[in-house]
Structures are given as C-alpha cells and as structure tokens.
C-alpha cells in the first residue's frame, strides 16, 4: 500500500501563506487525492479535493478563495497552497487517498492517510 507523508506545515502570522506537500512511497495509483484538516476539539474537515488524472478540483466553499490544490503527476506529489491565512485555519492538516468517485468531500472514503502536519496561524 501506498504510504503518505506530509510536509510544509509551520508556524505563520495571519495573512501568510503556507504550501504544504504530499509525497507517495511509490506510483500514486487512486481515483483522487485531498486535503483534510482537524482543529483541536474539531470534526475533521474537507478542504480540498483532485482527481488524479484530469486534474479536476473541487473545494469547500468557505476556503475557495484561498486555499488550491494541486498535483505532479510524475513525482507523485499533492499540495496545497494557503493564502491569507487566518488563526482559524490552525489545524493538523492531512492528505488522503481513495478509489471512490463519490463522496469525495467525505473523510469516511478514503483509505490512505498521512500522518498529518501542524499548520499554526498567529493573530
């Protein structure tokens, strides 16, 4: 199985920006890959989501704006670039991986997932 590890994540002032990446221990063989974060005493929650071939997006609305993710295909790696950072986007951010091509914005799908990297956004 394929494994994933997060980087990139950091300590930031509010109005920063930060790129996290996701890297795959071998060829990265899913449907989609996304972008899950987890504030503490929080639900995990859907950031961003791409389909590994076409490059399709889909993101959660509230985040639209500032948040992108993306793909290289040839070196197996996901990202997500945040812009104008806010303190409520302090969270242990997560990528995942599935085969399903539904309920892509659902954590409950995925059946790969890193360990997760601390993104820390200062007032």
């Known amino acids: 199985q394929v494994e994933l590890l997060e980087s990139g994540g950091g300590s930031v002032q509010a109005g920063g920006s930060l790129r996290l990446s996701c890297g795959a221990s071998?060829?990265?063989?899913?449907?989609?890959a996304a972008w899950f974060r987890q504030a503490p005493g929080k639900e995990r929650e859907f950031v961003a989501v791409i389909s590994w071939s076409s490059g399709a997006t889909y993101k959660a609305d509230s985040l639209r704006s500032r948040f992108f993710i993306s793909r290289d295909r040839a070196n197996n790696q996901l990202y997500l670039q945040m812009n104008r950072l806010k303190p409520e986007d302090t969270a242990v951010y997560y990528c995942?991986?599935?085969?399903?091509?539904?309920?892509?914005?659902?954590?409950?799908?995925?059946?790969?997932w890193g360990q997760g990297t601390q993104v820390f956004v200062s007032a």
């Open positions: 071998d060829t990265f063989n899913y449907y989609a």
């Open positions: 995942a991986a599935t085969n399903s091509r539904e309920e892509l914005s659902t954590s409950a799908v995925y059946t790969t």
